[in-house]
């Protein structure tokens, strides 16, 4: 099994930065790609970025393009969302998500880290 931890949340003002840590413990052999997903209040959980984790390719949603960064150090078996320019907007619940080899979906899921943009 695949366990995931976060970090780094908290409350910036709008156009702040923050750096969130996802860590990635057990059997991390298997992992083929981990993302970020973020759920605001009274909103569905939506995708904000994903990285595989041996090629290091990325995707991201619209709304990160060009802000967020996502990011990975397959050493200290790590994954990071650095978060620019944030709004009001961005205020959410933030989770990692860990999609295993020979699976079609995200099945791993960390506790959350809330994020709070103060305008």
């Known amino acids: 099994q695949v366990q995931l931890v976060e970090s780094g949340g908290g409350l910036v003002q709008t156009g702040g930065s923050l750096r969130l840590s996802c860590a990635a413990s057990g059997r991390t052999f298997s992992l083929y790609s981990m993302g970020w997903f973020r759920q605001a209040p009274g909103k569905e959980r939506e995708f904000v970025a994903a990285?595989?984790?041996?090629?290091?390719?990325?995707g991201y949603a619209d709304s990160a393009k060009g802000r967020y960064t996502i990011s990975r150090d397959n050493a200290k078996n790590t994954v990071y969302l650095q978060m620019d320019s944030l709004k009001p907007e961005d205020t959410a619940v933030y989770s990692c998500?860990?999609?295993?080899?020979?699976?079609?979906?995200?099945?791993?899921w960390g506790q959350g880290t809330q994020v709070t943009v103060s305008s």
């Open positions: 990285i595989t984790w041996s090629s290091g390719n990325t």
């Open positions: 998500a860990a999609q295993l080899k020979g699976t079609a979906q995200y099945g791993v």
